[in-house]
């Protein structure tokens, strides 16, 4: 399955970019049938039914989602997914007019209610790579070590709830949001037992 997908994702992008550039007539409606293509491709499978690959001007390019990773008297801050019931730290997809770093502490401040700062880059992952399960998007991964500000607890339309676990007792963490070891390679750098980021 992770090899059609990899292939439904090539031929969408393929498709993107033939539709960005192309200017015959003809060679536009070829480009469409293959993103349609590429769309059957994943329905057959049941990958992610229904779907369809949304039509997006420009060259295709990887989505990018942050994360903030909020550390507090050595506890480490986790929201509660309203769609899984699993546990992640705050983030989301990016939003434009903001940069990565203002996008994570937005995240933050929205699912959980609590003020941070955005300190230092954890990691950066391609989220294939990293060995999460499969997503029809290409999508790079941005994890932000960031300062405890304060403010209380709170839910938003995404989140149940917010609360502070110890790394040895964390709850059900989300497989397609995070993963354990973004989360101790964050506090190992919170600690100063590791200088720089981690990538792939």
Not at 20 to 32: G, K, N
Not at 77 to 84: A, G, T, Y
Not at 116 to 121: K, N, Q
Request: charge should be negative.
């Amino acid at each position: 399955m992770a090899d059609l997908l990899k292939l439904a994702r090539e031929i969408a992008a393929l498709a993107q970019a033939g539709l960005a550039y192309t200017r015959d007539a003809y060679d536009r409606e070829r480009f469409l049938r293959l993103r349609e293509i590429a769309g059957e491709l994943l329905r057959s499978e049941a990958v992610v039914p229904p779907f369809a690959w949304p039509v997006e001007p420009g060259y295709p390019t990887p989505k990018v989602d942050v994360r903030a990773v909020v550390f507090h008297e050595e506890q480490v801050l986790l929201v509660k997914e309203r769609s899984s019931g699993l546990w992640t730290v705050p983030g989301g997809w990016a939003d434009v007019n903001l940069s990565p770093a203002q996008n994570a502490e937005k995240e933050c401040l929205e699912e959980s209610g609590y003020r941070v700062r955005a300190r230092v880059i954890t990691s950066v992952k391609d989220r294939d790579l990293a060995g999460y399960p499969p997503h029809p998007f290409a999508i790079y991964k941005i994890y932000f070590l960031c300062d405890f500000l304060g403010g209380e607890a709170a839910s938003s339309v995404e989140t149940h709830e917010a609360g502070f676990f110890p790394l040895n007792a964390l709850p059900p963490l989300d497989p397609h949001r995070n993963c354990e070891t973004e989360i101790r390679h964050a506090f190992r750098i919170w600690k100063g037992e590791v200088p720089s980021a981690d990538f792939n």
